[in-house]
Structure formats: structure tokens, C-alpha cells
């Protein structure tokens, strides 16, 4: 097949302008055209009146090497890449042992879906819920104020990444395809399958939820095996005669031990407890960079008329986003992270006496808000020295006191952009009406940060208006504190085997590990550790 690139088209273009552009590009007769598919369609929108789609599209024709060697010098055609997947192991019969699988996020879960299809048998351990019961505990949270430590947004099966936008898509380099892999499995478990070819694919909580289940019956009817409220407390390492240090198996919080000599420990960004126990372990772990800020929430149709011009509300383009970067006077980038289209703010802590925020959507972003983080960068060298777990300390500072600006209820504190510009406390809502719940209580947000984020902060939005129109409207509502946007700190592995630099058998992998932001870098972290365990336990049978 072929591959065309670019190929551009109005935004109420009709389908057989698809088929008419092609055989323009290639200069070819109708019947020589045999077939062809969507790879990719995205939205080019710099022009607000005259918004166009740009596909990238796989075209089988008649007489192709004839075609190709004529249209050579056209730098938008080109030879259809193999994006297929190819496994790189089968595991052998009588399987000495069975690797083990810490987490359910998307690392986890494509570990040990992979894991499972090459024949592996995993057993995958999770400190939470499972997701239904997961999702009644995390409403309890939401609707009542009442936390549980152990099953929340941020534990449980599906990870943190199942109360979010669903986003599926990555700046990660994929010179194997590997995402492509991991949307095809989201199709089978039920995702639609627009995600195969639309340039920014989401898929919303709920849709996620009957996903996840899907995927952990596929897992279990291959042979793996996942028990829930099952939290590894420990760590089992053996100092071996070569003077390497070797996993043997994990303890549970309940007390039993099972063995294994491979471990893929998939933790989330948030499982503080295990980052400080796989540290008295002797683990190599570092403290890495991460950001902190706040959440504001617009109007989803400023947001829509500032992208879209006279085409907003058009449903072929459904809700806008937007990324926006500012370079602050003091030296702070700041940025827009997790922007969630027509979503929802969410209380995200995993800890009593808290206040986490981050943004979530359903599929179809239809809800009044839309929402942002707007976060700035920080370092350990510069903000948070004093070790790996400093990270972790410096998080748990600042949403503690997030707690008590909000009133000691996880009620996340506030404040109206205009306030927080003019540097005066917030009494009373204007036009936008916060959707965070529990609820917000409006205060003064100059101390819910270091005085560096917030300058730049106050600096960048302005800024930001000069790209989006009233992205600075005095009414538009920030809540406080975002500071779970990565992980804080990294479990370093090697490059080539990907196991732990100082412990074999141990494979850190996604985003808990410092590996990985989001679903799908995540996803398809889970599947490169996945296939570095197989190759392993391969070689150790043979």
C-alpha cells in the first residue's frame, strides 16, 4: 500500500472527496484506485475561518511499483510502514515460574496483558479495588467527603489514568509501532474505534471503566491472574555469590510471600509508601523533576469560540482544547497540562488531611467547564534537595496546606482569576461555577504555592490571553493544588534489559517508575518491559 500525506480537505467536505483527492494526488484513473483507509485525521485550525482536516491515508492501488516510481520525488508518498505487532517470545511449557505484576494501570495492564498473550501466565497484584467497587469508594470522596486511603483516584484497577480524559496520545519517539498495538487492544476491550485514526483520541471515564474489566477477562481467560486488595509491602532481594543482588518474591501487606524471579513493579505516581520501602530495600531510586500549580476552569465555550471562530460548536469538532507554554521572567516555565475539554475538576488525593486536583472528561466533553492545569516546572537541585524521597515530602507540604486553606474538608481552596491577579482574596463567584467536588472555598491563593510558582503563574496568564482570548477572564475560577503531574521520583533502570541498575530481576516500569506520562506512554512502557521479562524467562529455560 501506499501512504499519502497532508492530503487536506474543507471541514464540511464530503466523503467522496476523500476518494477524489486521491486519485488527484496520484494522477490515476478511478478504476485504478482498489481501496483505501484513515490512518490519521487531524484539525488544522490556525486559520479560525477556514478550518480544514488533514489526513494521512494508505491507498491501495493497481500497478503500485509503476505509481510509486513515478511520484518518487513527492516527499507525501511513500511506501505503507508495517505498524502490525509482532511478539517477540512464546513462553516455553513447564514454566519454572511466573512473573509477577505490580499494578493495574496502563503499565501494568499491558505488562500483563502481554505477558498473558505470549503464554507467561502473570500474576498481577493490586492494592485497590477493582474498578466498580473502585469507582463507589472514589465517589465516596467526591459526594460525601470521606476518603479511603487504599482505594481512590489514585489506586485501583485501571491506575489514576481511568479518571481523566481518557487522552491517547504521546510526544514519546515510537520506532516500533508500539502504540498502535496498544489501540487496537483498547478497540477489542471496547474503545470506538475513531481511536485508531482521529490525531488527538480520547475515550472519557466511563467508557474506560467497561474497558478495563475487558481487558483484565481477556488477561484471566489467557492464564494470568489478578487479586485485588493485595498491596506488596516488601520486597524479597538475595544477595547472590557474584555479588548482584536478585529478586526473589514479594511480602503482602497480609503477610503471605510468593516467589518470583521477575518483577514488574508498575506503580503509580502516587504509591509514596512503596517508593520509601524499595528505598530501605537499597533500591536505586533518585529524585527527578516534576510540576506544581493550580487548575483553572473557562467556559468551554470561550475556549470553543477562541479556537474555532464562527466554526465553534460545529460537532465535527466537538469541544476545543489547547496547549499553551509561557517562558516566565523568573526563569519558571510554565504550562497548561491535562487541559480536559467540557470535563470536570476532580479531588484527587490519595491521603487523609489532603487536597489533590486534576481534570477529567467523559467522551463527550459535553459538561459546562472546561479545565486545565497550569503548572510550573520544578527541580530537585534548585527546590526540593535532600535526597530521593524529597519529592515526595515537598508534594505532601503543599497539599496539606491546600487542606487547610480549604477549610479542613477536602474542600479544595479557590480563588477567581481577576483575585488572583490583583492579588486580593475571593469572596463571592462570578459567572463560572467551579465544579469540583466536594466543593471550593474561595480564599487567597498567593500561599497555597512557593512564591516562584505563583509570580509566574500571575505572569503567564495575561500572557496565555494574547493566544486565547479571555483566557484571562476575571471570573474564571482556580483551584488549588495540582501537584501529582508526574512522578517525583525514578527507579533507574538499564537501558537494554530494563531491569533495576542494582537489583536483577526487579522491572520499574511506567509512569510511578519516572518512565512514562499518561495512558499511552505508559501503556506502551508496560509493553517493552513486558517483552524485556519474556526474552529473560526465555533465556533462563534454555
Same mark, same amino acid.
Do not use: E, W
Given at each position: 500500500m501506499l501512504r499519502l500525506t497532508e492530503v487536506k480537505l474543507p471541514l464540511a467536505h464530503a466523503k467522496g472527496d476523500i476518494q477524489d483527492s486521491i486519485i488527484k494526488r496520484l494522477g490515476i484513473s478511478e478504476d485504478e484506485l482498489v481501496s483505501y483507509l484513515i490512518f490519521k485525521r487531524g484539525v488544522d485550525a490556525r486559520r479560525t475561518n477556514a478550518i480544514v482536516f488533514t489526513y494521512t491515508l494508505d491507498v491501495s492501488v493497481r500497478n503500485e511499483t509503476s505509481v510509486l516510481a513515478r511520484l518518487k520525488d513527492n516527499t507525501h508518498i511513500s511506501i505503507t510502514p508495517d505498524t502490525s505487532y509482532h511478539f517477540v517470545a #512464546?513462553?516455553?511449557q513447564n514454566l519454572a515460574s511466573r512473573p509477577i505484576v505490580v499494578g493495574t494501570g496502563p503499565a501494568g495492564l499491558f505488562a500483563g496483558l502481554l505477558l498473558a498473550q505470549m503464554g507467561y501466565r502473570p500474576l498481577i497484584l493490586e492494592r485497590g479495588k477493582e474498578v466498580r467497587e473502585r469507582t463507589k469508594d472514589t465517589f465516596g470522596l467526591w459526594r460525601q467527603?470521606?476518603?479511603n486511603p487504599e482505594s481512590n483516584v489514585q489506586f485501583g484497577e485501571g491506575g489514576a489514568g481511568t479518571?481523566?480524559?481518557g487522552k491517547l496520545y504521546s510526544q514519546i519517539k515510537d520506532p516500533k509501532h508500539l502504540a498502535r498495538k496498544v489501540l487496537d487492544e483498547f478497540v477489542k476491550a471496547g474503545a470506538p474505534e475513531e481511536?485508531?485514526?482521529? +490525531?488527538h483520541p480520547h475515550i472519557g471515564t466511563f467508557r474506560l471503566v467497561g474497558m478495563v474489566e475487558r481487558m483484565r477477562e481477556t488477561i484471566c481467560s489467557l492464564g494470568g491472574e489478578i487479586r485485588f486488595q493485595s498491596r506488596v509491602d516488601d520486597i524479597e532481594i538475595e544477595n547472590a555469590s557474584d555479588g548482584t543482588r536478585r529478586v526473589r518474591g514479594v511480602i503482602l501487606a497480609n503477610g503471605n510471600q510468593i516467589a518470583t524471579s521477575h518483577l514488574v513493579l508498575a506503580v503509580g505516581h502516587s504509591a509514596r509508601d512503596t517508593f520509601e520501602m524499595i528505598y530501605k530495600r537499597g533500591i536505586y531510586i533518585e529524585a527527578k523533576p516534576f510540576s506544581i500549580g493550580l487548575r483553572i476552569e473557562h467556559p468551554q465555550s470561550l475556549i470553543d469560540r477562541a479556537r474555532y471562530g464562527k466554526n465553534a460548536g460545529n460537532p465535527l469538532l466537538g469541544a476545543a482544547d489547547y496547549k499553551l507554554v509561557h517562558h516566565a521572567s523568573n526563569g519558571r516555565s510554565v504550562y497548561s497540562f491535562c487541559m480536559c475539554p467540557g470535563g470536570t475538576v476532580v479531588a484527587a488525593t490519595s491521603e487523609p488531611g489532603r487536597v489533590v486536583t486534576n481534570g @477529567? +472528561? #467523559?467522551y463527550s466533553r459535553n459538561e459546562r467547564n472546561a479545565n486545565s492545569g497550569i503548572v510550573v516546572g520544578i527541580a530537585p537541585e534548585q527546590d526540593y534537595p535532600g535526597g530521593p524521597l524529597a519529592g515526595i515530602a515537598f508534594q505532601r507540604r503543599w497539599e496539606s496546606l491546600a487542606f487547610e486553606l480549604g477549610g479542613g474538608n477536602y474542600l479544595a481552596p479557590g480563588q477567581l482569576v481577576g483575585d488572583f491577579l490583583k492579588g486580593r482574596p475571593s469572596a463571592i463567584l462570578g459567572g463560572v461555577i467551579p465544579s469540583y467536588t466536594p466543593g471550593v472555598h474561595l480564599t487567597d491563593l498567593s500561599t497555597a504555592l512557593p512564591e516562584y510558582a505563583i509570580s509566574a503563574i500571575r505572569e503567564a496568564l495575561p500572557a496565555f490571553a494574547r493566544q486565547i482570548k479571555g483566557y484571562d477572564l476575571s471570573d474564571a475560577v482556580l483551584t488549588g493544588v495540582e501537584t501529582r503531574t508526574s512522578s517525583p521520583v525514578r527507579i533507574k533502570r538499564n537501558n537494554n534489559d530494563y531491569q533495576s541498575i542494582? *537489583? *536483577?530481576?526487579?522491572y520499574p516500569a511506567g509512569e510511578g517508575a519516572g518512565y512514562a506520562g499518561g495512558i499511552l506512554s505508559a501503556a506502551i512502557d508496560g509493553i517493552e518491559v513486558a517483552e524485556a521479562v519474556a526474552l +529473560? @524467562?526465555? #533465556?533462563m529455560k534454555s
Open positions: #512464546q513462553a516455553p467527603g470521606v476518603l479518571f481523566s480524559d481511536i485508531l485514526y482521529v +490525531s @477529567m +472528561s #467523559q542494582n *537489583t *536483577t530481576g526487579l +529473560s @524467562m526465555m #533465556q
